[in-house]
């Protein structure tokens, strides 16, 4: 068993706990919170008797193995370096820090103390993706990427009444491009590589983050579009187009359904059944890499996080979007 402690007590912890459950080499020990009253709720909830208010206290504790950190963006870095200090394995939810100097900073620490580090960013890892991936030679040369997920925030009605959440303050290093605009920009990473050249353009809101927005990456043979928006929703599919045909992907952020459409107007269902909760296959690899001994996702690599950093940087660069809380 792998014995793990979390650090944030709010709902993707609770979707984290509760896909994490159902592996067999899982084991939830601890709760961290700044708040010990919150940290006991929570830690209630799932019958955990241990919590913790001090980082240090956490990562001197030998109940735990490895830690999931679901704090706001702009704590992720530092509680991720602290903990890898003291040898805890580290699983951090997207993105994976503000900016590219944390990511290499948290990439080096890992090297250093010889742990685990992994983003957990769950559709690259998901049965869906990988069929992507396996199929792409079917589509013959490809020459454009069109990912889009626009999802209107919950928060954002409040935000219009002058109520401002983490998810609009520019303090988390919080915005459309982090939370959403990742969850295009990540796959074209692993299918695609680094881009040669990036056109970004957004709207931005009166706290200083991005509401919604789009990227223009341009590489040798093709180009890709990523749209993204915490202010309004989209109903369109993403694909990737080749010379052969296209495949048409449901929903780039969680992909369940994939086909093939070629040129001929013949269609191919390519899609796999996704028999668990999305959030369960970045546990399973996690865990696969340690019970292995292995310290780097080929998948949601250090390249990969570090690569998606710098597009997703560019890109802030490009719109004006500059955090708070940490240097640029």
């Known amino acids: 068993m792998i014995r793990f402690a979390v650090i944030g007590t709010n709902w993707i912890t609770d979707s984290f706990i509760e896909a994490a459950s159902l592996h067999k080499d899982f084991q939830l020990v601890a709760v961290y919170s700044r708040d010990k009253e919150r940290a006991n709720q929570f830690a209630s909830k799932y019958n955990v008797d241990t919590t913790f208010t001090d980082l240090h206290e956490l990562g001197k504790s030998t109940l735990v193995d490895a830690v999931y950190i679901a704090s706001p963006n702009s704590f992720h870095a530092e509680q991720a370096c602290l903990l890898m200090g003291y040898g805890k394995h580290i699983l951090c939810e997207k993105p994976l820090a503000s900016n590219v100097r944390e990511v290499s900073m948290m990439v080096e620490m890992a090297k250093k103390q010889n742990v685990l580090l992994m983003e957990a960013l769950k559709t690259t890892l998901l049965p869906n993706f990988k069929v992507i991936r396996d199929n792409l030679h079917k589509i013959g040369k490809i ?3 069109v990912a889009s997920y626009c999802q209107y925030s919950s928060r954002y009605d409040a935000f219009k009444e002058g109520n401002i959440h983490n998810a609009f303050d520019p303090t988390f290093s919080n915005g459309s491009i982090m939370d959403i605009g990742i969850y295009c920009i990540y796959p074209c990473i692993v299918l695609f590589g680094e881009p040669e050249n990036i056109l970004a353009s957004g709207y931005k809101l009166s706290t200083g983050v991005d509401g919604e927005g789009t990227l223009l990456l341009t590489y040798k043979e093709m180009e890709g579009v990523a749209m993204h928006s915490k202010i309004s929703n989209s109903y369109f599919p993403s694909e990737i187009q080749g010379e052969k045909g296209s495949i048409i992907i449901d929903k780039i952020h969680t992909p369940e359904h994939v086909q093939i459409r070629y040129r001929d107007g013949s269609i191919e269902d390519i899609t796999v059944p996704q028999r668990q909760q999305s959030m369960y296959y970045e546990v399973e690899e996690f865990l696969h ?23 997703i940087e560019r890109a802030r660069k490009q719109i004006g979007i500059v955090y708070k809380a940490v240097k640029q």
């Open 289 to 311: 890499l340690l019970k292995t001994g292995r310290k780097e996702s080929t998948i949601n690599s250090y390249e990969h996080s570090l690569l998606t950093a710098k597009v």
């Open 143 to 145: 020459r454009r990427y």
